[in-house]
């Protein structure tokens, strides 16, 4: 016990020593300064909530506090985490409330409510950017958040600058902002408007300078990777049109989706022995099975792939590195497709050296490999130049892939800028051609160490659907008037990156004519419309407006629910007219969230609705012989459905006990007696004059109206 008393005593002195007691009044000072400051911003309660912890760090010359505080019974109370720097500017805040099960699926807030106060809050705790802020118009609410979000976007003289954003999300019940987030640029120098060219002029240009181009994507969908011809912009948007001259600027990075992992662990052939092993050689196998087996007999080995892995030289897999991982990986992107996922490690009597290497399982070829890139020593400068680094990716290509080389093509507007004076790395793409057309679902990407003349990293995605056929001299005319006039073209401020700007030197901006945000940059080839992230027609997420509904008993709920997607299509409702089973069941399945939930829309396919059913009824709130998708829908069939999704279903089938206070009770089927009876008890049917009509045939009105009530249990 004593040598502890001593051994605490000598740190205390040391830390008295190393840190004076001038640094610890100043953090001392900085920590008080930190936490008053938030408990008067935030409204934190010291009767409620106490300090748990706390820490700092330093961001540009800042300190800035991480304060954690917990209330008296956390499962109850939640917790309470802020993050504020010493000039007391709140960078964050987040409340956790605990899941209250009390809590009614439809807010006591409206939207509109909810940004007042989300108002409030912001010109208490951002007051010193309040005016430079500009709300994103919102898209539908999910149902069963806790609370709204508000998105607000900067704008400096009239002109957006989307970098910069501020985040609140505010409680639906009681109006109390629970999360805060603040993403700005201190000290940036915004050009002036003055002068610039006309939006024509812009348009003009983009169109000369940029400009769109044709392209194959893809998308998973239906689980097949399925190929779509699409307008896209030639450079997307890492380069916009300047302001001031009408000359292209580039104004961001671009990026590559990298391929995913797959099914990992044992390799196949060692789960098929070890199945033997297990004494399974009896079980008979299905066809699918047998094909799987006879899919895996014809891969080569890992042994074999290890033996590619090793004959790399630009890895240089001496004997020193030892075999660690190997998995056999099925392709997300084809069933059909396995590659080889092979780790290799050396130990040192200093430190450890790894790799990896992954090699497709078909035909042997090299799909990626990556040595470890600490970066170059303090006063490394790079030894080759850019000339040299793009004839080792070529070369590297040509002979890893030599079947590949003649599709693949460099593409320069993919190349990340340089940002240093003497650049030490660099990075190639190479995009796929498919008859003359680009396939960005398909590309090599290189990285080269220009310090020590190597390639440190090589990967190259490949797959092999089916291509559609295409006008590759198709105008892009069609897609150009969509491109500015749906989409929209406008002034806005970006951060310019130099080509030879070094890494602490103050970002630039430039006022450029640039796309506005929100919507895909990708066009049919044929019609010129906007095609969603999966290549199907596109469809913009935002609450629905009626024209046909106004002055209509259910007009209010007919408008709450549309703000969180529970809607027909619009613009007319159509209030009165009889609902589909189909169109109340996928109503219906929005209000679960953990269902499938399709479009309702005109033309919805029969898939769709297919997959809509299957999820429906493998939940129990619909049974096989019930599945009519075009037949309309009686009052009491719509109920049962509702008690079904709330899970008194088994209760109301209780027989005996239920009886109800309808004149007209004798008219319900008898076997849904006991759903009418807990329908009427929770308010989710309220009858007509003591009637209720069980048979009657709903309305689309009526149809909202029943779960209107059935959200507020």
């Not at 799987?292 to 007999?297: G, L, T």
Request: hydrophobic share 35%; with cysteine; glycine share 8%.
């Amino acid at each position: 016990m004593r040598r502890k008393i001593a051994l605490i005593l000598s740190m205390v002195l040391l830390v008295g020593v190393l840190f004076p007691a001038r640094a610890f009044a100043q953090t001392e000072a900085g920590l008080e300064k930190a936490i008053s400051r938030a408990k008067s911003l935030l409204n934190i309660p010291l009767e409620d909530f106490k300090l748990t912890g706390f820490d700092s760090y330093n961001a540009r010359g800042r300190t800035v506090w991480n304060l954690y505080w917990e209330g008296k019974d956390p499962g109850k109370d939640g917790g309470i985490q802020v993050t504020i720097d010493e000039n007391g500017i709140v960078e964050s805040y987040y409340r956790y409330n605990p899941y209250d099960p009390a809590r009614k699926k439809l807010p006591a807030l409206s939207r509109s409510e909810a940004q007042k106060r989300a108002q409030q809050f912001l010109r208490s705790v951002a007051s010193d950017i309040y005016t430079q802020l500009k709300m994103v118009e919102p898209g539908v609410s999910p149902l069963y958040d806790d609370r709204y979000y508000f998105n607000y976007y900067r704008v400096v003289n009239g002109i957006p600058f989307y970098s910069d954003t501020v985040s609140v999300g505010v409680d639906r019940n009681t109006g109390e902002a629970l999360s805060f987030y603040r993403n700005w640029t201190d000290g940036l120098v915004f050009p002036d408007s003055a002068n610039t060219i006309s939006l024509e002029e812009a348009i003009a240009a983009y169109k000369e300078k940029l400009g769109l181009k044709l392209v194959y994507r893809d998308s998973y969908r239906d689980n097949e990777l399925k190929v779509y011809p699409a307008f896209v912009p030639a450079y997307g948007t890492e380069y916009a049109i300047d302001a001031f001259t009408g000359e292209k600027v580039r104004v961001g990075y671009g990026y590559i989706v990298y391929d995913g992992g797959g099914m990992g662990g044992m390799a196949m052939e060692e789960r098929a022995k070890a199945a033997h092993a297990d004494g399974l050689s009896g079980i008979v196998l299905s066809p699918e099975e047998l094909e799987a087996i006879e899919k895996v007999s014809k891969l080569i080995t890992r042994e074999e792939a290890e033996k590619i892995a090793r004959g790399i030289a630009e890895v240089g897999l001496t004997s020193k590195y030892d075999l660690v991982g190997a998995s056999l990986v099925r392709n997300w992107r084809s069933k059909d497709f396995f590659y080889w996922e092979l780790s290799f490690q050396a130990k040192s009597s200093e430190s450890y050296s790894w790799c990896s290497v992954s090699v497709d399982a078909q035909n042997g070829e090299v799909l990626s490999f990556y040595n470890p890139y600490d970066g170059p020593r303090e006063g490394e400068k790079a030894r080759f130049n850019r000339e040299q680094a793009k004839k080792a990716a070529d070369d590297l290509l040509k002979k890893l892939v030599p079947s590949r080389w003649e599709s693949l093509e460099y593409v320069e507007e993919y190349e990340p800028a340089v940002l240093r004076v003497d650049p030490v790395l660099y990075s190639f793409t190479y995009i796929r051609k498919v008859n003359g057309i680009e396939y960005t679902g398909n590309y090599a990407y290189i990285n080269y160490d220009a310090v020590n003349g190597k390639i440190y990293s090589y990967s190259l995605i490949w797959s092999n659907p089916d291509f559609p056929e295409i006008d590759k001299d198709i105008s892009p005319d069609k897609a150009y008037e969509t491109l500015f006039n749906e989409v929209g073209y406008e002034l806005k401020y970006r951060i310019k990156y130099e080509e030879q700007a070094a890494y602490d030197e103050k970002p630039q901006v430039a006022l450029v004519f640039d796309f506005k945000e929100g919507k895909p940059l990708q066009f049919d080839p044929e019609s010129g419309a906007i095609l969603g992230y999966d290549g199907s027609p596109y469809v913009e997420e935002k609450p629905v407006q009626y024209t046909d509904i106004a002055g209509h008993f259910a007009e209010n709920q007919i408008k709450i629910l549309a703000e969180f997607g529970i809607a027909f299509e619009g613009p007319e409702f159509r209030p009165e007219e009889k609902v589909l089973q189909k169109d109340f069941l996928l109503l219906l399945s929005k209000t679960l969230g953990y269902i499938y939930i399709p479009l309702i829309k005109e033309g919805i396919s029969d898939k769709e609705v297919e997959d809509a059913y299957t999820a429906l009824i493998r939940e129990g709130i619909v049974k096989e012989s019930e599945k009519a998708p075009d037949s309309t829908v009686t009052k009491e069939d719509a109920v049962k459905f509702l008690i079904r999704a709330l899970r008194y279903d088994k209760v109301a089938e209780i027989k005996g006990i239920f009886k109800t206070d309808f004149k007209d009770e004798a008219s319900i089927a008898p076997e849904l007696v006991g759903y009418m009876a807990i329908a009427q008890g929770l308010g989710i049917i309220r009858g007509n004059n003591g009637y209720l009509n069980p048979k009657a045939e709903i309305t689309r009105a009526q149809a909202i109206l029943l779960l209107y009530y059935y959200l507020q249990v």
